[in-house]
């Protein structure tokens, strides 16, 4: 399995414009989180699904964001407007939620730049 | 769900044993100590973790006290590549899979 894979990479936008970020979970998986990380916070849980079913999004900054898994393999991570403080590397990961220790699979991250 | 406390950075030179301590007096029974690491500019990786029972692995050794309130992962011949960010997380109640990063400890292997 080639991992947790998130798309695109890097992202640089204008304030004001929408973002979207993507993530496809590894294959058998049925958990998803999405994480945002800057110097100043740190790693930050900003929504969690499990079966295609938002659980907590209580790490959801604002209205301006929003999350959905349509399906098992497939996620967004959407902002609109984007601003300056949205900057930052998110992180998608992934983990088989059948018992409580399993380990989650972390992709290699977006890096969101607004201008 | 019980917090972690871990020094902000530590030292180790290279080849030799990187202790890294963790704080979480307030763990529930239930409650499992998850290891990650974060080696700049990538996503975490999961190390180890553990219950109650010292748990080793290819990757390190984790030491739980007898009380739970206190863990210690064991790097046993650290290496440059080693130098990442330490997470020591405790997981929430059962049936819940999120994981919270507090700041963790910056290790730095030195040559």
């Known amino acids: 399995d080639a991992g947790v894979i998130q798309s695109p990479r890097h992202e640089v936008t204008e304030m004001g414009q929408e973002v979207t970020l993507r993530c496809k979970p590894i294959?058998?998986?049925?958990?998803l989180f999405w994480y945002r990380q800057t110097m100043m916070r740190g790693l930050e849980l900003l929504i969690y699904?499990?079966?295609?079913?938002?659980?907590?999004d209580s790490g959801m900054p604002e209205d301006r964001f929003s999350a959905k898994m349509p399906n098992a393999s497939f996620s967004t991570l959407k902002i609109q407007p984007s601003e300056p403080r949205d900057s930052a590397v998110y992180f998608c990961?992934?983990?088989?939620?059948?018992?409580?220790?399993?380990?989650?699979?972390f992709g290699q991250g977006t890096r969101l730049t607004v201008v | 769900d019980a917090k972690t406390t871990q020094p902000p950075s530590m030292d180790c030179a290279e080849g030799r044993a990187a202790n890294l301590p963790c704080n979480h007096s307030t763990i529930s029974g239930n409650e499992y100590v998850y290891w990650y690491r974060q080696i700049h500019s990538q996503g975490p990786q999961y190390i180890i973790h553990g219950l109650k029972n010292n748990e080793t692995n290819e990757m390190a050794s984790l030491i739980i006290t007898e009380d739970r309130k206190s863990s210690t992962l064991i790097l046993p011949h650290a290496t440059l590549r080693d130098t990442a960010v330490y997470y020591c997380?405790?997981?929430?109640?059962?049936?819940?899979?999120?994981?919270?990063f507090g700041q963790g400890t910056r290790l730095t292997i030195n040559p």
């Open positions: 997380i405790v997981r929430v109640s059962r049936g819940a899979q999120k994981l919270v």
């Open positions: 294959s058998g998986h049925n958990s």
């Open positions: 990961a992934s983990s088989l939620a059948e018992t409580e220790n399993t380990e989650a699979f």
């Open positions: 699904f499990n079966n295609n079913v938002p659980i907590d």
